[in-house]
């Protein structure tokens, strides 16, 4: 009686059990969608200068001028770099090692390196950028030479300021970086690109292009030396592999932020706008990475010099006073593709909550419409894309690479415990 009334009683518990349990795989489930948003954080540092997203493995990196920060696709911290006595500017992500390459200024010592940052040892808040291991530098020495340049030939190089006929071409040192193809030639190698700031500057007529520096970073493993801020080293190539010109007017600081999209072969130059009265000063400048570089004599130069000029993209605005192109998005303190047409784009501002201003940034997913005046558009609810699955093929991602399961199986729970706010049925 007892075992029968026992049966009875557990064969629907149990078949209700195994009915929950198999119930989810058995339905189709949605698969989990990147976030509309992502949070950066409240920082005690400088403002946000540029993003890098690692989309296999779920983690997003965040410049917040003197540290690192990353985080997990959902916002949660994973770890911090800190103690950087420079300016950490624009980052990316580089598929093909797995690390993350960053601008870094010490504008007082005339030294510009890239930092590179050996991301997967990031593992808890306050890692020091000197000691941990973590951070090397390469040297960027034309950088060094054009920020110095005594372009008055008064034998004063006047140091950090815009309001100096010194600096070639304008220079403050650089900020956007993006891996990508070189110019004119997008089936080829990724190289890294670094452009430069450029000094506000109305009252010089050389300072009307953005400058892009090329590099092969595959030979860099001879360069890389640890950080050394209070002794600055100055290990790097000789020589960039290209320079590149950009005319779209004299910008704030030049390219704020730059970043290569592999599946519209765009790059995209967000900016500080300018204030020259005969240029449209938009936000965002595109450059079609097909368009072939042309040597051709620079403008404005206080001596004849030739140099090789991009074209802006042939779409967006078309300024009918210099026919430079454009958009006006705000694309300055953070722009990166995720692929098929999305974006993450960074959104700043002061978080006052604790009492005490603090840095802060909110990540939104962004679709490119190439639409004017903006460019993008925010992705609605229930359209957000589909996250990478790990065992996806990458191009690019050596095969060996691993999938820490724990970030992306939690970055997955994550996803589904928000429930409808993560995905819908049209997300998939
Ligand atoms: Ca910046
Ligand atoms: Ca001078
Ligand atoms: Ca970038």
Do not use: C
């Not at 058995?26 to 990147?34: C, K, L, S």
């Not at 409240?42 to 990353?70: C, P, R």
């Amino acid at each position: 009686m007892r075992s029968r009334f026992l049966a009875s009683v557990l064969a629907p518990v149990l078949l209700a059990t195994s009915a929950v349990v198999v119930a989810p795989s058995a339905a189709a489930e949605p698969a989990p969608t990147y976030p509309l948003t992502i949070d950066s954080g409240s920082w005690d540092a400088g403002h946000i200068q540029g993003i890098a997203i690692d989309e296999k493995n779920g983690y997003v990196y965040h410049s917040f001028t003197e540290m690192l920060v990353k985080t997990d696709l959902q916002g949660n911290v994973i770890g911090t770099v800190e103690g950087f006595t420079g300016h950490l500017g624009d980052l990316d992500f580089n598929p093909e090692d797995g690390r993350v390459y960053g601008s870094l200024e010490y504008k007082d010592e005339e030294s510009f390196y890239i930092a590179i940052f050996d991301v997967d040892k990031i593992n808890k808040s306050g890692m020091d950028a000197e000691g941990s291991g973590i951070v090397s530098a390469v040297y960027l020495e034309e950088v060094v030479e054009d920020f110095t340049a005594d372009m008055n030939g008064d034998g004063v190089f006047d140091g950090n300021i815009a309001d100096t006929p010194d600096h070639r071409y304008g220079a403050s040192g650089i900020d956007g970086v993006s891996f990508g193809p070189a110019f004119g030639n997008p089936a080829g190698e990724q190289k890294l690109m670094v452009a430069y700031g450029i000094y506000e500057n109305n009252r010089r007529d050389d300072n009307n292009y953005q400058v892009i520096l090329e590099y092969d970073t595959s030979e860099w493993s001879q360069y890389e030396k640890p950080l050394t801020q209070a002794n600055p080293h100055q290990s790097g190539p000789a020589d960039e592999d290209g320079k590149y010109f950009v005319p779209t007017g004299n910008t704030r600081y030049g390219v704020q932020n730059l970043s290569y999209d592999e599946s519209s072969g765009l790059w995209y130059m967000g900016v500080y706008r300018g204030s020259k009265p005969e240029f449209p000063n938009y936000g965002l400048y595109v450059v079609d990475g097909v368009s072939q570089p042309e040597l051709t004599e620079l403008e404005g130069q206080p001596v004849e010099e030739s140099g090789l000029v991009v074209p802006l993209a042939d779409m967006g605005i078309v300024h009918p006073g210099t026919g430079i192109t454009g958009f006006e998005d705000k694309a300055d303190v953070g722009i990166e593709p995720i692929g098929d047409g999305y974006f993450y784009i960074a959104e700043d501002f002061d978080d006052v909550s604790s009492g005490e201003k603090r840095e802060s940034a909110t990540l939104h997913l962004m679709e490119w419409t190439g639409d004017t005046p903006l460019g993008f558009q925010k992705v609605p609810e229930g359209d957000a894309p589909a996250l990478p699955q790990p065992d996806e093929e990458v191009p690019g991602l050596s095969s060996g690479k691993s999938f820490p399961g724990s970030s992306m199986s939690s970055s997955v729970f994550d996803a589904l415990l928000q429930g409808s706010d993560g995905f819908s049925s049209s997300s998939f």
